[in-house]
């Protein structure tokens, strides 16, 4: 499944109207740093939301969208301005049989003072006469703060789709860090490559971006217990933020990534800088196709050759 960009609605808020509504900062939105290397993301708004949907609390629901200007909706049927459309989706799934949702905060980005977007995996389990089932819906919201409050100015969701089963190891909580910002890629590269003359190793270049669930998934393998000894002891791992597929451009196609073909996308350089082999068909795009024997062999097969 393809996960939501936050591109429409990142687009959107270059309109200048959004900028009389946004407060000089925001408030109770912060990612901290709950290990060094997985920051987590407490927003209590999201929060709430989250909570009237499982509520199916439709008078509730609709206090979170903004209505002047109404907050704008693209949906799978097309963009709409109706301010009920959004309230009337999220809760119906409670008349629908939604028992348990999980709401996965992907990327955060703020794109003003006072305001901020969020790119979302949402799991549904919904119990109906015929079982229960596993759903996904990707989303992307927008919030704005205004008065004191955080209200929903634009949103992007996909369609309820039964979730697929992975067997590679799934991030709990995504690391909405885990690409840096795409201006720090050349420098990261070079620290890598240096760190690799001294101990040997080769650099793994993984090209993609926070809003990219695949990304995630590929990155809770590498570091899982069965993955990380074979991982550490071979590469320095680099995560290339390629935006929406509009930063890096040229960092791709140095590496020969044909972006086209998605994310997340690898390349291998030895410490000189030559590259050893970059994926080029889009191999590792999907985590539900690959297995953990497809990356064992992929990270064996192109391993550093040292004498013994």
């Known amino acids: 499944m393809k996960t939501i960009r936050p591109g429409w609605i990142v687009a959107l808020l270059l309109s200048s109207q959004l900028g009389a509504f946004a407060q000089a900062a925001p408030q109770k939105a912060h990612a901290k740093k709950a290990s060094a290397t997985a920051p987590s993301f407490a927003f209590e708004p999201l929060d709430n939301w989250k909570a009237a949907v499982l509520a199916g609390d439709k008078a509730a629901l609709t206090g979170f969208y903004m209505t002047s200007p109404p907050a704008k909706a693209k949906t799978p049927q097309g963009e709409t301005l109706d301010p009920a459309e959004e309230p009337a989706f999220w809760s119906s799934l409670k008349a629908g049989g939604l028992e348990r949702l999980d709401i996965k905060v992907l990327e955060v980005k703020t794109l003003q003072p006072g305001v901020m977007s969020l790119v979302l995996r949402i799991e549904a389990d919904i119990k109906t006469s015929a079982g229960e089932n596993s759903s996904i819906i990707s989303a992307s919201q927008v919030w704005v703060q ?39 890629a050349q420098a990261e590269i070079s620290s890598a490559l240096a760190a690799a003359a001294k101990d040997h190793k080769r650099v793994l270049l993984v090209f993609g971006g926070n809003w990219c669930y695949d990304c995630h998934v590929l990155d809770a393998t590498f570091r899982s217990k069965a993955f990380a000894p074979l991982v550490n002891a071979n590469y320095h791992v680099l995560h290339i933020n390629v935006g929406n597929y509009d930063v890096n451009l040229d960092l791709a196609k140095k590496y020969e990534i044909p972006l086209e073909k998605g994310v997340p996308s690898l390349a291998i350089l030895d410490p000189d800088g030559t590259l050893v082999v970059s994926q080029k068909k889009g191999e590792f795009e999907s985590t539900v196709r690959i297995g953990p024997e497809d990356v064992v062999e992929f990270l064996k097969k192109w391993k550093p050759q040292r004498g013994s």
């Open 146 to 184: 205004k008065l004191g409050d955080w209200k929903i100015i634009a949103t992007q969701r996909g369609d309820l789709v039964a979730k697929q089963l992975r067997r590679l190891p799934e991030p709990a909580k995504p690391n909405i860090q885990l690409y840096p910002p795409p201006e720090e």
